[in-house]
């Protein structure tokens, strides 16, 4: 009895999630805007998604920018982003391979980068990928790439992919960078 209570509170949980992604796509969702650290934020996801990455047989290994790299945004919603990323990157990558999550400046823009030695995406599907219901794993809706990729946007920055089959994908988030904030 208690295995099917905790069942049931288990797959009720996931379908409240779907549910509530399901709502995210279908309205803009609520996103405050306060200056926050990307390279504190790349390395609480990192910290945050070991024991995933663990659990997989694998690693997770962080590059980030030296000093604050500081943008504006939702932390609540750029940190799912993140989650967002390196899940599927777990997902995608076999036992012994490696996860990166990165920050970098380029051009003046702050870049938040997830890349993994998975099994890649073909280039047909990388046109693709961030429209809702896409998917190509067994479970779920095909609705993370989509959710990400509606965040991103609202939050005045771009997402892109480049992959190459058997040899892995990165995915690299580009945001406005601000000064940091005087203490």
């Given amino acids: 009895l208690e295995l099917f209570k905790r069942t049931i509170e288990r797959e009720f949980a996931h379908i409240k999630r779907v549910f509530e992604d399901l709502r995210n796509i279908a309205r803009p969702m609520a996103m405050e805007r306060f200056p926050l650290d990307l390279n504190r934020l790349a390395a609480d996801v990192g910290e945050s998604m070991r024991a995933n990455a663990g659990a997989a047989g694998l690693t997770i290994g962080l590059e980030i920018a030296p000093g604050p790299l500081c943008v504006e945004g939702d932390l609540f919603a750029l940190s799912r982003v993140c989650r967002n990323l390196v899940m599927n990157a777990i997902e995608a990558t076999a036992p012994t391979g490696r996860v990166t999550i990165g920050t970098a400046v380029a051009e003046g823009r702050a870049m938040l980068r997830v890349a993994d030695t998975g099994c890649g995406i073909p280039a047909e599907r990388i046109e693709t990928m961030f429209e809702d ?51």
């Avoid at 896409?134 to 992959?163: E, F, H, M």
């Fill in 133 to 183: 219901f896409n998917t190509t794993k067994r479970q779920g809706p095909g609705l993370g790439l989509a959710i990400t990729k509606k965040i991103v946007d609202q939050s005045g920055g771009t997402i892109v992919a480049t992959s190459e089959v058997g040899v892995g994908t990165t995915f690299v988030v580009s945001l406005a960078r601000i000064p940091a904030p005087a203490v």
